[in-house]
């Protein structure tokens, strides 16, 4: 999800599997999340996983059980 980042991050992402939602203007963390949410569901994902871009979650942390 880029919610109207000025960086190449969505651009690069692209360039991978990645599937990019963007907003081109910012619209919130609130309404970021909805949006994944409902794209996750659309796509009948098995697993949704968010992390900030700021690295406030650690990806090593393993908080599944």
């Known amino acids: 999800m880029d919610d109207g980042s000025v960086d190449r991050t969505s ?4 360039r991978t599997d990645a599937t990019v939602i963007r907003n ?10 909805q949006m994944i949410v409902k ?8 697993v949704l996983v968010l992390l ?10 393993n908080q599944c059980s």
């Open 24 to 33: 081109e203007t910012n619209m919130g963390k609130a309404a970021a999340v």
């Open 39 to 46: 794209e996750a569901i659309k796509m009948d994902a098995d």
């Open 52 to 61: 900030d871009a700021d690295f406030q979650h650690d990806p090593d942390e």
């Open 11 to 14: 651009k690069i992402a692209r």
